[in-house]
């Protein structure tokens, strides 16, 4: 079946830092890839989408790479900001959408 | 634009009453879906619904109830409510299969 594995976290990180958080998936077919953030209180909010392989997704200056050769779609981001601080969820499309167990980050001052 | 407009935001309840989380979407989504996440944790699919008339469990249905009766709502039943039923629960809606999901913003529900 479908699954996501994600980098766990938490993952701590100074302002203007470079970001990465892997994600890998086991998929049939060609599923959707998806990025979610999650900012403390609220609900889950789409970050950024990819359908197909070689589609690049990117919103807010984060992006990420539907890499069917490696099975991954890893988050980056040159430059994070205190405001970034969040939970971030990748997630596998489908009837049902499959996600990770997300992934925790705080950027410090 | 509403979204995805879940009520109440929050509540507590005592072991053993029930009640209703409602939800309700705007987008003429046909596919809804219902959440819970405990603190610090991911998210467990409860129920989901393709369609107005059918529903079906996601991997944690016990201990919950749902109906479609119209493509807006999807409303969330605990009957007997139990302490380990304390979570924040989302509701979520789509387009359809492969489509990304819109989140409500979530019920805060504890259970004394």
């Known amino acids: 079946g479908n699954s996501v594995t994600q980098m766990e976290g938490p993952v701590t990180l100074s302002e203007e830092a470079f970001l990465t958080i892997n994600c890998t998936y086991t998929a049939t077919g060609y599923p959707s890839l998806f990025w979610y953030v999650q900012y403390p209180g609220e609900g889950l909010q789409l970050l950024l989408k990819a359908t197909k392989a070689d589609d690049k997704g990117s919103n807010k200056g984060f992006e990420a790479t539907y890499r069917k050769e490696t099975t991954s779609f890893h988050l980056e981001k040159g430059s994070v900001q205190v405001s970034d601080s969040a939970v971030y969820f990748c997630a596998l499309g489908g009837e049902k959408l499959t996600f990770g167990t997300g992934t925790r980050l705080t950027i410090i001052p | 634009n509403a979204g995805v407009t879940q009520t109440p935001k929050f509540r507590i309840l005592k072991i053993g009453q029930s009640m209703t989380l409602q939800c309700t979407q705007d987008?003429?989504?046909?596919?809804m879906y219902w959440y819970r996440q405990d603190p610090g944790m991911g998210l467990k699919l409860i129920y989901y619904?393709?369609?107005?008339?059918?529903?079906d469990k996601g991997e944690v249905p016990n201990g919950y109830n749902v109906s479609r009766s119209t493509t807006e709502d999807f409303p969330l039943r605990l009957e007997l409510a139990a302490p380990s039923q304390t979570s924040v629960y989302f509701c979520a809606s789509s387009y359809g299969t492969n489509q990304p999901q819109h989140f409500g913003d979530g019920t805060r529900l504890s259970i004394l």
């Open positions: 619904s393709v369609g107005a008339g059918i529903t």
């Open positions: 987008m003429n989504h046909n596919y």
